[in-house]
């Protein structure tokens, strides 16, 4: 438990395949005096829709009276909003970063890199199980030639950003804890985001902005659109020019940090 209260809390739900340390894109642009929970939401267990609601609650007990900015990366937008959603008087904005909307909210799987895996995702929770193994396998023997696949189609930028050893071992950090460490959780929020959760987005009450890199191969920014148009509130969207997945998600660590530096009366607003 904390002996103070930060000036914010922020509390980071990383994309999957991913892990708690895909904050580092966060924490190293925050300034001093800012607090970042950044959860493994695959160690938790049961239903991801329920389980990343109870491990919020677990992550911010010793920061009761804190308001918390809430940001979800990737299909960590779905736990993000589940969370947004159920705990409301937590919640004091919530900012989704290259965000994955629901499947049902749209037709974007011809544009989404990970189609294959979401369409066997939806039809065959056992092939699901199979490729997942034969994918921990390979990342066992040849961790390198996995990443590499998976950012194959990936533009410049975010070739350049994923080169840098320190990013490479994020990644790959995420992929152990996506399959091998925790693969069955894995799959479950594999399932879980396959299903239609989009009912929850009406819901969100809190002042949300979403960031999205106009070059995003991941996913496509027409999914940012359709979030956007889901939430009752009116929601801020920042496209990012030429960005994609983790570029975007650095930019916007990088334009938070500033902003927060630059915010005299930061430790008094959102309180």
């Not at 438990?1 to 000036?7: A, D, G, I, V």
């Not at 829709?49 to 900015?69: I, L, N, P, S």
């Not at 960590?76 to 909003?81: E, L, P, S």
């Not at 995003?216 to 940012?224: F, G, I, K, L, Q």
Request: net charge negative.
């Amino acid at each position: 438990m904390p002996n103070q209260k930060p000036l914010k809390l922020i509390y980071f739900c990383h994309g999957v395949p991913g892990s708690e340390h895909d904050s580092v894109f966060l924490q190293d642009a925050l300034p001093a005096g800012v607090e970042l929970v950044a959860a493994n939401l695959l160690a938790a267990q049961g239903d991801p829709k329920e389980a990343c609601v109870r491990q919020f609650d677990e992550m911010t007990a010793g920061y009761e009276e804190a308001k918390v900015h809430l940001v979800g990366f990737s299909i960590g937008t779905m736990a993000a909003a589940h969370i947004a959603q159920a705990r409301p008087e937590r919640v004091a904005k919530l900012t989704l970063v290259s965000s994955a909307a629901p499947l049902t909210l749209g037709d974007f799987l011809p544009k989404t890199a990970g189609a294959p895996v979401f369409k066997i995702a939806r039809s065959s929770p056992r092939l699901l199980t199979v490729l997942i193994v034969l994918q921990g396998l390979l990342f066992r023997m040849r961790p390198t030639v996995l990443l590499k696949g998976l950012f194959a189609k990936c533009g410049a930028q975010e070739k350049e950003l994923i080169e840098r050893p320190e990013v490479a071992s994020v990644l790959q950090a995420g992929l152990a804890n996506s399959l091998v460490r925790h693969h069955e959780s894995y799959a479950a929020y594999l399932k879980a985001y396959v299903s239609d959760w989009s009912a929850i987005l009406p819901d969100i009450r809190c002042p949300t902005e979403l960031w999205h890199g106009a070059a995003d191969t991941w996913t496509p920014s027409e999914m940012a659109w359709a979030i956007k148009e889901a939430l009752p509130t009116d929601a801020q969207l920042h496209i990012v020019d030429r960005a994609e997945h983790y570029s975007t998600l650095q930019a916007f660590g990088n334009t938070l940090g500033e902003a927060l530096r630059s915010s005299a009366d930061y430790s008094s607003s959102e309180k």
